[in-house]
């Protein structure tokens, strides 16, 4: 029982967890994306090019270069998502304070020793 355990112990891990919530809710936002694009985008794109009713199966030399470009796209659009997140995620993380002095410089050193050899006389 031993190894079914530590299985347990291990998927109920916060990280884990957490990666597979990041997972559904990507694949999720991934098909909203195909939508946008299916349904608004590409409908745009290929009144633009002349073939209104389906960009998808647009095709050069018997290559369906629809689908790639209709690829391409969704993937453009999680990026720029996924880019505005982090860097949201970024602003709002704890800046780490800087480090302290390391110390008194030579120079310092040497003006201490002096005022130290003054104090004595």
Same mark, same amino acid.
């Given at each position: 029982m031993?190894?079914?355990?530590?299985?347990?112990?291990?998927?109920?891990?916060g990280?884990v967890?957490?990666?597979?919530?990041?997972?559904v809710?990507?694949?999720?936002?991934?098909? /909203?994306v195909?939508a946008?694009?299916?349904? +608004? &985008?590409?409908?745009?794109?290929?009144?633009? $090019?002349?073939?209104? !009713?389906? #960009?998808s199966?647009?095709?050069?030399?018997?290559i369906k270069?629809?689908?790639? /470009?209709?690829?391409?796209?969704?993937?453009? +659009? &999680?990026?720029?998502?996924?880019f505005?997140i $982090?860097?949201?995620? !970024?602003? #709002?993380?704890?800046?780490?304070?800087?480090?302290?002095?390391a110390g008194?410089?030579?120079?310092?050193?040497?003006?201490?020793? +002096?005022?130290?050899?003054?104090?004595?006389?």
């Open positions: 031993g190894f079914f355990k530590e299985f347990k112990d291990f998927a109920m891990k990280n967890m957490d990666l597979a919530i990041a997972v809710i990507g694949a999720a936002f991934s098909k /909203i195909s946008l694009v299916d349904s +608004i &985008i590409m409908p745009i794109i290929g009144m633009i $090019v002349g073939d209104a !009713n389906k #960009f199966t647009y095709t050069v030399g018997g270069v629809g689908v790639f /470009i209709q690829a391409v796209i969704d993937f453009i +659009i &999680i990026a720029f998502v996924l505005l $982090v860097k949201a995620m !970024n602003r #709002f993380k704890k800046k780490e304070p800087p480090p302290p002095p008194p410089t030579t120079t310092e050193k040497l003006l201490m020793e +002096i005022r130290d050899e003054l104090k004595k006389k």
